[in-house]
Nanobody, 120 residues
């Protein structure tokens, strides 16, 4: 069984930084795209950043220049470095990964979510 476990959320003042981590575990054959999404209260879940296995990245316009997504393919882990945080970044952040399991079935997996709160 494949699972994604996130860590690193918390409370930070505006202008501060946080680093999120998400580790995939289980019977994994390969991992394609990995990324981060977020959902603020009363809003739909939105893309924050994605990264391909080869390292190509994609960012939401609202986080460009402030957030950096990276991954460690040996550790099956994706990171999100968040700098210059703003109150509008407050949300539950979810890790996402496109994983082919050891049985060669391909599925989209989600982490449990981690709360990020930015105070003004």
């Amino acid at each position: 069984q494949v699972q994604l476990v996130e860590s690193g959320g918390g409370l930070v003042q505006a202008g501060g930084s946080l680093r999120l981590s998400c580790a995939a575990s289980g019977r994994i054959f390969s991992i394609n795209d990995m990324g981060w999404y977020r959902q603020a209260p009363g809003k739909q879940r939105e893309l924050v950043a994605t990264i391909s296995r080869g390292g190509s990245t994609n960012y939401a316009d609202s986080v460009k220049g402030r957030f950096t997504v990276s991954r460690d393919n040996v550790k099956n882990t994706v990171y999100l470095q968040m700098n210059s945080l703003k109150p509008e970044d407050t949300a539950v952040y979810y890790c996402n990964a496109d994983i082919r399991s050891a049985g060669l079935l391909r599925n989209d997996y989600w982490g449990q979510g981690t709360q990020v709160t930015v105070s003004s």
